[in-house]
């Protein structure tokens, strides 16, 4: 697959896009609903141009099953309700721009991406 058919694929698997408004300093949750079959997959998010880099270039601050690069970013997987939700605590300014809700796939078919865009206003 060239590069081009992978990210056209990938974008294709692009769910829906949603805007979260959060506040500096305060805590903001990100919610990323899911289909049942996607229960057991890999969830994660992910920052930037997510659905056109290959997986090792993907700027990814919390995933999961392991711990997250940044303390500030943590994942909960509710898999009866099918929605992860990733909260960022103690947010910044530079904490704003878009994002991905990302599940893994099985290898060779692209993973399902749900884009995010974060605004951050001065704390209220």
Request: aromatic share 10%; hydrophobic share 30%.
């Given at each position: 697959m060239t590069p081009s058919t992978w990210r056209t694929s990938a974008l294709r698997m692009l769910l829906a896009s949603t805007t979260v408004i959060g506040h500096r300093g305060r805590s903001v949750e990100?919610?990323?609903?899911?289909?049942?079959?996607?229960?057991?997959?890999?969830?994660?998010?992910?920052?930037?141009?997510?659905?056109?880099?290959?997986?090792?270039?993907?700027?990814?601050?919390?995933?999961?099953?392991?711990?997250?690069?940044?303390?500030?970013?943590?994942?909960?997987?509710?898999?009866?309700?099918?929605v992860f939700t990733v909260t960022i605590t103690d947010l910044r300014s530079e904490d704003a721009g878009q994002y991905w809700c990302g599940i893994k796939r099985q290898k060779r078919k692209p993973n399902?991406?749900?884009?995010?865009?974060?605004?951050?206003k001065k704390g209220e």
């Open positions: 990100i919610r990323c609903p899911y289909d049942s079959k996607y229960e057991t997959n890999m969830k994660y998010l992910c920052r930037d141009k997510c659905p056109s880099l290959p997986w090792g270039n993907k700027d990814i601050p919390v995933k999961s099953g392991s711990t997250a690069k940044d303390q500030r970013f943590s994942l909960k997987d509710d898999t009866a309700a099918r399902v991406y749900t884009e995010i865009m974060l605004m951050v």
